[in-house]
């Protein structure tokens, strides 16, 4: 008998097959569908998971997912994106500046049903300055305050060294109130597995690295959200999350970048959400290099430079340009007598002769490897071409981010850089924290050294007059713009892409998205 | 055998030492964490006070034989970023990679080795070349082309099954079938040709004259001459997917310990980055041994 007619013979194994066959077919349909959304829960792909639920071991904004929607600091940003009371309802300050009093909202209640009140206020505050907590933006917080106590039980009082114009922005974005009996009950371990705010939304269930479920908090004392359930699933993959969108499996998904965002808005059943945000690109110029000493040269640089094509051709449009190192959502914006570096190659070329520009000198130029910013390798290799088109030589090194964050913010600055890559974003409409971080030339996250600079920061939040303060912060801007110390290339929109019945009501120009704004249809 | 296992058991325990060496040595090269996990606005003593909590501010000896100590006592320190026990975070990810890692290697040799049996044994030129093609394409195709493509076909053309994610059975199928294209293919490959082989061999051709059914000359003798190398490249394979399948994770948002190592390298989380390694070297070492004990099994003449 011939091998295969054995093997047809092997009637055993025919049946094998086609058993094998039915029975897949059985399971399969006996497996439970991929779940789809109840009308009143929403949910959002996101590519990153937060580091802890525990708002005092902030790491980044993406964090804010859960702090901005759980928690709350003493005011809270509106439906524009202006500090409004929160937790606070008024608030009051001393002839001298110099003592906050914050007189809380009556009947906020955290999620566990415990009443806000003043210790709570005070207990948090001293909980994210213990060294033992290591909370990294301690110093942020409280390096300008002396002392803070509750004056009684809805009046929290705090004390300053300087007066801070930051002061309610730093105990409002930066900071959240936290329940004391319940932390003093579960310890800090078991407060970052079920945290307890007082936020529009409670955090139900959390999986590292798969999900977040939150869960509208029917005792708010705000404005209910506008949907009862969210949940936030972890899809570290771009394609991975429109593809859930798609498949319905999630109503919305962010981050999206510029390519694939310009090919899904085209999609008859997908929405495409720009969210203006405060996600700034900017060239800085290092004025201590030997070749950008000369002021002429860094505004060489700055004309050089065709911003408005590479925004079309590199974000697709999907930024907002800046002139000033700020957006016009931001008070201090104005640009009223200033002269743009508007495109101008024979200009540079000019004021590079002018300025004996040694053109057989490369100039050092960092920049950002992909994954991080929306199209940041290619924004630097258009930046370097730009320049070779008007005779600088430059020898750009596309950097992983740990590596550029590292030469970044290095306390001893490398002299051989000469140009750097950076994002620095706002996390307020107050461009204060940015310019401070990023410009006081004694701080290792700047690459800005510039005396008049640094005075100007010295004085930038002692101002108690809102309209002064704003026209100082347009002198500080302008002073950096004119001097030509960095060149600020735009804003990058936060893009969501949605399904066609959610409604993405969410204030512009936040660091975080603010989940109770956020609709199905 | 005891022998064999004492013996195994000492290579073990100096391998993993050097691999403590190893990736200590190697993350710490990568630079200060603290550029990371801290936001820009931390002060330089915000920056020193971390270092200090965590023993970085220490020369690299002092940190190794801090890390040796802590690891003879099973801890392996606390994540940087996440503010848990690393081995806590290791083991959590490892999880669903063991899962998935078997459903993988599970379809893997379902596909692989009827399809490498059935090309070594037919005598249709055809087949034999579909056999060599498919172990030619299957490890040619990326893994991330692979796994878009069955979630364009099967999650969203046909909704099938769910595109990404993890938590039921149907989550499973699209993973471990993009896990299970290239591994089968090699295992197709492989089948065929020590199969072929071993069918060419004179026992076989003994088997033969004296009449024993086909099936059984094939399943029962050459399939298991066959074998050893096909354990091997088992073992391997398995090792290799528990090492993370980094990008297939990655595509369907798969909370294994790929995702995690990735994170952890570019977050400079060192913790979780050594305790993740020897997790996943102590396994694969451990596999190794399993399969060397499958050798004894499979072949008496190595019992000697």
Not at chain 1, 306 to 323: I, R
């Amino acid at each position: 008998m011939t091998a295969r007619a054995q093997w047809r013979l092997a009637s055993r194994r025919g049946f094998l097959a086609t058993s094998t066959a039915a029975a897949s077919t059985l399971v399969l349909d006996a497996l439970p569908s991929p779940a789809r959304a109840a009308q009143d829960e929403l949910r959002i792909a996101i590519g990153a998971d937060i580091a802890s639920a525990d708002p005092d071991h902030y790491t980044a904004w993406n964090d804010y997912w859960v702090y901005g929607n759980v928690f709350e600091g003493l005011y809270a940003p509106d439906a524009q994106g202006n500090l409004a009371p929160a937790l606070a309802q008024s608030h009051e300050v001393s002839g001298d500046g110099l003592t906050h009093t914050f007189t809380l909202r009556e009947g906020v209640l955290f999620h566990n049903g415990d009443p806000v009140t003043a210790e709570d206020v005070v207990f948090s505050l001293k909980r994210s300055l213990d060294p033992a907590t290591q909370n990294q933006r301690a110093a942020l917080i409280g390096d300008n305050i002396v002392r803070f106590e509750a004056a009684d039980a809805r009046r929290f009082v705090v004390h300053l060294k300087a007066i801070d114009a930051e002061t309610v922005a730093k105990l409002s974005l930066y900071w959240q109130v936290k329940p004391r009996k319940y932390i003093e009950t579960v310890g800090d371990a078991g407060f970052a597995r079920k945290p307890v705010g007082t936020g529009p939304y409670e955090l139900l269930e959390r999986q590292p690295n798969q999900f977040i479920r939150l869960r509208a908090f029917d005792r708010y004392w705000g404005a209910k959200p506008k949907t009862a359930e969210v949940t936030l699933r972890i899809v570290p993959e771009e394609q991975s999350r429109v593809a859930q969108v798609m498949a319905a499996e999630a109503q919305a998904a962010t981050p999206i970048s510029p390519v694939l965002a310009a090919r899904l808005a085209k999609m008859p059943n997908l929405n495409l959400v720009r969210v203006p945000s405060l996600t700034n690109v900017v060239l800085f110029l290092n004025s201590r290099h030997e070749q950008l000493r000369k002021k002429a040269v860094r505004q060489a640089i700055c004309f050089a430079i065709d911003k408005p094509a590479m925004l079309q051709s590199l974000m697709l449009g999907y930024a907002v340009p800046e002139e000033l190192w700020c957006t016009s959502a931001q008070p201090g914006c104005s640009l009223d007598g200033v002269e743009p570096y508007t495109y101008d190659p024979v200009r540079a070329k000019r004021l590079l002769a002018e300025a004996d520009f040694d053109f057989a000198k490369p100039l050092r130029f960092v920049g950002m490897a992909p994954g991080r910013v929306a199209a940041s390798k290619e924004t630097c290799e258009a930046i370097a071409e730009s320049l070779k088109r008007v005779g600088i030589a430059v020898d750009l090194q596309i950097m992983e981010f740990g590596a550029w964050n590292a030469l970044k913010t290095a306390k001893e600055k490398d002299p051989s850089i000469a140009m750097i890559y950076a994002t620095a974003p706002d996390p307020s409409r107050d461009v204060a924290y940015k310019l401070l971080v990023n410009t006081r030339s004694d701080l290792a996250t700047s690459w800005v050294f510039d005396a008049a600079n640094d005075g100007m920061l010295a004085r930038m939040n002692s101002f108690t007059d809102q309209a002064e303060r704003t026209a100082f912060l347009n002198q500080i801007l302008r002073h950096l713009h004119d001097e030509a110390l960095l060149l600020p290339l735009w804003a990058n929109d936060t893009l969501f892409v949605t399904s066609r019945n959610v409604v993405f009501d969410v204030p512009p120009y936040l660091a975080y998205t603010i989940l109770a704004d956020v609709a199905l249809a | 055998m005891t022998g064999l296992l004492l013996r195994r058991a000492v290579e073990t325990l100096i391998t993993l030492l050097l691999i403590t060496v190893m990736v200590f040595g190697l993350t710490r090269l990568t630079g200060d964490p603290t550029s990371l996990l801290l936001p820009p606005e931390a002060t330089e003593a915000t920056r020193a006070a971390f270092r200090h909590a965590y023993g970085l501010d220490q020369n690299m000896f002092v940190q190794y034989e801090a890390f040796l100590i802590h690891l003879f006592e099973g801890d392996l320190g606390e994540s940087f970023r996440l503010h848990e026990p690393a081995i806590g975070v290791a083991l959590d990810a490892l999880g669903p990679t063991l899962k998935l890692a078997c459903a993988g290697m599970a379809l893997s040799i379902v596909l692989g080795m009827p399809f490498g049996i059935v090309a070594a044994t037919s005598r249709r030129r055809w087949v034999k070349r579909l056999g060599r093609w498919y172990g030619s394409l299957g490890q040619a195709l990326p893994p991330f082309w692979v796994g878009l493509i069955l979630v364009s076909l099967l999650a969203l053309q046909l909704p099938l099954f769910p595109t990404s994610g993890y938590g039921t059975a149907r989550h499973y199928v699209l993973p471990a079938l993009t896990l299970a294209v290239a591994t089968s293919s090699s295992i197709a490959s492989l089948t065929q040709a020590n199969l072929e082989e071993a069918l060419r061999s004179d026992f076989i051709h003994m088997e033969r004259v004296l009449g024993l059914p086909e099936w059984r000359i094939v399943l029962k003798h050459a399939l298991r001459n066959a074998s050893l190398p096909i354990v091997t490249f088992l073992a391997l394979q398995f090792g290799l997917i528990l090492g993370g399948a980094i990008v297939t994770e990655r595509v369907f948002a798969w909370p294994g310990i790929g995702q995690r190592i990735v994170e952890a390298i570019l977050g400079r989380d060192y913790p979780v980055v050594q305790a993740i390694v020897l997790i996943t070297a102590t396994l694969f070492m451990l596999i190794n041994l399993a399969a060397d004990l499958l050798y004894l099994v499979l072949d008496p003449r190595l019992r000697t």
